[in-house]
């Protein structure tokens, strides 16, 4: 399993998609601050259509505490 941050950005998502054609495991992990929910569903719709397969997602916030 290969973590990808950021996994449903524009380069993330793209690059999740091409792993999965790779037969990759991609891990997305993403706040989706600058992306939404529903990008993992398109991933879903396309990784499913070129190689049958979906990625695991999880959504999670990180911060720096001071």
């Known amino acids: 399993m290969i973590l990808v941050t950021g996994g449903t950005g ?6 999740v ?3 999965l054609a ?3 495991e991609p891990l997305i ?12 569903d398109s991933i879903e719709h396309i990784a499913g ?3 049958g397969k ?5 959504s999670s916030h ?5």
Request: hydrophobic share 30%; glycine share 2%; proline share 5%.
């Open 10 to 15: 524009y380069i993330g998502s793209h690059t």
């Open 17 to 19: 998609v091409e792993m």
């Open 22 to 24: 790779a037969n990759l």
């Open 29 to 40: 992990l993403d706040n989706f601050s600058n992306s939404s929910p529903r990008v993992v």
């Open 49 to 51: 259509k070129v190689s």
């Open 54 to 58: 979906e990625p695991d997602s999880y």
């Open 62 to 66: 990180t911060r720096t505490i001071r």
